[in-house]
């Protein structure tokens, strides 16, 4: 069974633009989160879709948002980009059935802002 | 304060020592306690996953919650090589909301 992928795996941007970050989960899985991972903070919950709808949040600005598809891949994006943005995002799926569900992590996309 | 503290290290022992890593948290909501392995340019892949106070052991790997202190603990027995990576504990509530610790680099000398 294929893991998580996410796409690009590299992405340089500069201030003031804007970004999208793809995530396929495994297939099967119908919950998605995203979380940002830097030196200084660690991981860094940002939010988690589920059928097409955000369950979660994380204290987040709202130029940070996503979406989920129907086939449960999501996008995640980042508009006016910050320098303070540059970050390895990972994205993380689960089956979302029972009490405990683990989260299988993608590569992540590292976001250079420039 | 964070809501998860972890000593990031770095930690450095000889190849068959036992590796001691921790982490304390605030929330007492929390009831899920998991230790991630990443190592570099991957994602973080679960290793051990407790559920409310308590020991479980897989393998070389021991993990224990203490919800009293909150508290949690991974030990690593035999450490190869291979077991160099960054160690990353999280936990969660009822909503699945995963709140990692800074995450922990451990160099296994051989």
């Known amino acids: 069974k294929a893991g998580v992928t996410q796409t690009p795996r590299y992405l340089i941007k500069t201030r003031g633009q804007q970004v999208t970050l793809s995530c396929s989960p495994i297939?099967?899985?119908?919950?998605v989160s995203w979380y940002q991972q830097t030196p200084g903070q660690g991981l860094q919950f940002l939010f988690e879709y589920f059928s097409e709808t955000q369950r979660n949040k994380g204290n987040f600005p709202g130029r940070f948002s996503g979406r989920q598809f129907s086939n449960s891949r999501s996008e995640m994006n980042v508009s006016t980009l910050e320098l303070g943005d540059s970050a390895l995002y990972l994205c993380?799926?689960?089956?979302?059935?029972?009490?405990?569900?683990?989260?299988?992590f993608g590569p992540g996309t590292r976001l250079t802002v420039l | 304060q964070k809501e998860v503290e972890q000593d990031p290290g770095p930690l450095s022992v000889p190849e068959g020592a036992i590796v001691s890593l921790n982490c304390t948290y605030s929330n007492s909501a929390f009831q899920y306690f998991m230790w991630y392995r990443q190592y570099s340019r991957k994602g973080p892949e679960l290793l051990m996953y407790t559920y409310s106070s308590g020991n479980k052991e897989d393998g070389r790997f021991t993990a224990q919650v203490d919800k009293s202190s909150k508290y949690i603990s991974l030990f690593i027995r035999d450490s190869q090589p291979s077991d160099s990576a960054t160690y990353l504990c999280a936990m969660s509530d009822v909503d699945y909301k995963l709140s990692f610790g800074a995450g922990t680099t451990v160099t296994v000398r051989a």
């Open positions: 297939s099967g899985h119908r919950s």
């Open positions: 993380a799926s689960s089956l979302d059935q029972g009490t405990y569900n683990e989260q299988f």
